[in-house]
């Protein structure tokens, strides 16, 4: 059984602990800036993330780090200061996804229920395959994004880091979408769609203009 520690705890992070303790995983506990309030899991609290000797109960007790906050831009902070600190992390899979043989999830990366990553497809690192999500065949999902429940990815379509892609939208086949650009909800993408950027609609279109 393999032994996590979560860093964050609210929101997002019930989903991943709770795909951790449907694998048969273990959670320490958990550091955030205090002590939640809400805590479905009565997990144990480890402390604030910033403080050392709080940390080194990730290493003392031989577990996993697991950044389980749903923002990108954060989850890349801490995913970066914590493998440079030299803990390890590796990828939360929940049993009930569909993930080829043929695929490549990264480490620090979270598939959850439902979703289903299909052959040849690449998810980098910290990213995120939310509840129901598909990404099809070649598809290439950047380190730190987040594809959001229900959505869907056609072949051969390329998302790029920190960018995240809204419930329930589509992505055509062949579409490459940029760094750090918002797709909204429901969206659908029909062409390309460069770094930093915020589409929505049906078509697909951009905001800021």
Known sequence: MNQFALLGYSGHAFVVA?????RGDGIIGYYDRAKVIVDPFNLEYLGDDKDEVAVSKIANSGA???VSIGDNSIRRKLI???TEKGFVTSSIIHTTSIISTLASIGGGS??????IVN??????????????????????IGDYAHIAPGAVLAGNVQIGEGSFIGANAVVKQGVRIGKNTIVGAGAVVIKDIPDNLVWAGNPAIDLKK
């Open 18 to 22: 709770d795909a951790i303790r449907m």
């Open 64 to 66: 996993n780090f697991f």
């Open 80 to 82: 970066r200061e914590f």
């Open 110 to 115: 979270f598939v959850a229920a439902g979703a």
């Open 119 to 140: 052959p040849l497809a690449k998810v980098g690192v910290g990213a995120i395959i939310n509840t129901g999500a598909i990404v099809e065949h070649e598809c290439c």
